[in-house]
């Protein structure tokens, strides 16, 4: 009866052991996904009511042949292979860009090797780049990602699109009209037309960057800079 009882609660905590480790496991994953707010009463002046628009990001980095979970202002060296990984907290249309240092931009998505559907869904994980990974080469510096989010397709970026894939990705910042938006987004966050907040939890590695406005179709500017030591 002794061995019965001793082998019971062996049993017992393995069960616990793997629960447990299978939890910690997914538990970044889900901690990428907004909460639903449950419905209540409408209130007075609920037009007035600013609308929040959110991400959710964290770096899927590869060092070593080891994988983690960092915020985008974790320190690179070379030879790191990252992913952005990225969930939105409405349905919207998305747009990934890199700056270089002669302030031309690069499109990532919607791209014809990643994909032309850049439609994404609220609560559903994506990743930058599609397939694969960024990779950082020996050359020290500061990588400048954009994410722009809008409920409706930007017309200015629809065409930059097309105009990177026939110059293999290129664009310039005046045929894209990428400076001349992102300034009014700026004049308008200083005006508190726009409240833009951000906050990070270093020990899920997740980044959330939200905008509050009470105009749904202003698009939403999100800078990244990926520093490499």
């Known amino acids: 009866m002794k061995h019965y ?20 496991a997914g538990r970044k994953t889900r901690d990428l996904v907004f909460e639903e707010e449950e419905e209540s ?15 959710k990001t964290s770096i899927e980095l590869t060092r070593d042949g080891k994988k983690s979970t960092v915020l985008p202002d974790q320190e690179f060296k070379s030879g790191d292979k990252v992913k952005f990984i990225y969930t939105t907290n409405i ?7 890199s700056q270089g240092t002669s302030g031309d931009y690069s499109m990532l998505f919607p791209s014809p090797k990643t994909g032309t559907d850049n439609l994404v869904k609220k609560n559903e994980i994506y990743t930058i780049p599609v397939k694969g990974n960024f990779k950082f ?29 026939a110059k293999n990705g290129k664009i310039t910042a005046e045929a894209a009209s990428v400076d001349n938006v992102t ?3 700026e004049s308008k966050r200083k005006t508190r037309d726009l409240v833009f907040e951000e906050e990070e939890d270093e020990e899920a590695g997740i980044q959330t960057s ?3 406005a009470k105009d749904t179709k202003q698009p939403f500017y999100v800078y990244y800079e990926l520093v490499h030591k």
């Open 5 to 24: 009882l001793t082998f019971f609660f062996a049993i017992c905590l393995l069960s616990v052991f793997l629960v447990v480790n299978t939890t910690d």
């Open 41 to 55: 009463a409408p209130v007075k002046k609920q037009a007035d009511k600013p609308a929040v628009v959110a991400v």
């Open 91 to 97: 349905d919207a249309y998305v747009y990934w860009l």
């Open 137 to 165: 080469d020996e050359k020290p510096g500061v990588e400048k990602i954009l994410l722009v989010l809008s409920s409706e397709k930007i017309s200015e970026l629809e065409e930059a699109a097309k105009e990177a894939a």
């Open 183 to 185: 300034k009014k987004t």
């Open 210 to 212: 939200s905008q509050a």
